[in-house]
């Protein structure tokens, strides 16, 4: 019972790996020192089977014995993805010039949306035409735009130097004396 519940915690799915690790070696019993190690999609040579084993010439000019069985003519998938994959890249990768031709479309149309909004400004602009009023007299009482100017800056020092003394005796209360900027 303790068994089944142990079989039924440890259940899940597995796979089989398609990664092959196959090795080269000196000698053609599989016995001798190990030239190399192949992976899954390795591309060699073949130069003359004898019995279990096959003769191969690595790209490097390498010279080694392979079990046959683990060779086959037919390009493995995962050679075949890759190919597929660098095509698929290929063909979505844009030219330059194919980029600049989205580029002048995108602009063409910016243009028209930019000539269509123009006009409905000019349309509304024509709706809400009215007569110019009168230029409005310099402040109150007759005083002049320089010392409402002036004014304003003094109001802005001040509530500038309100928020500067609050703020730093908030921060003297928090830590005890100690000013922190």
């Known amino acids: 019972m303790l068994m089944a519940l142990v079989a039924r915690a440890g259940a899940g799915t597995a796979y089989v790996s398609d990664e092959l690790v196959l090795g080269v070696y000196a000698e053609q019993n599989g016995q001798g020192q190990r030239l190399a190690t ?14 279990e084993y096959t003769q191969v010439r690595l ?37 330059p010039a194919l980029a600049e031709a989205a580029a002048r479309s995108e602009v063409e149309q910016l243009k028209r949306e930019i000539k269509d909004k123009q006009s409905e400004l ?23 735009p320089w010392l409402w100017a002036l004014a304003l800056l003094a109001a802005l020092a001040c509530g500038f130097w309100l928020g500067y003394a609050t703020l730093a005796r908030r921060v003297r209360h928090k830590f005890g004396g100690i000013k922190v900027y």
């Open 122 to 144: 000019n349309a509304a602009r024509g709706t809400l035409r009215a007569p110019a009023a009168p230029a409005p007299a310099p402040g109150p009482q007759g005083t002049h």
């Open 38 to 51: 192949l992976h899954s999609g390795a591309n060699l040579e073949t130069l003359g089977v004898s019995g």
């Open 59 to 95: 790209s490097n000019g390498t010279h080694g014995w392979v079990k046959t069985s683990y060779l086959t003519t037919q390009e493995p998938a995962i050679a075949r993805l890759k190919q597929l994959q660098d095509e698929l890249d290929r063909s979505r990768a844009t030219t």
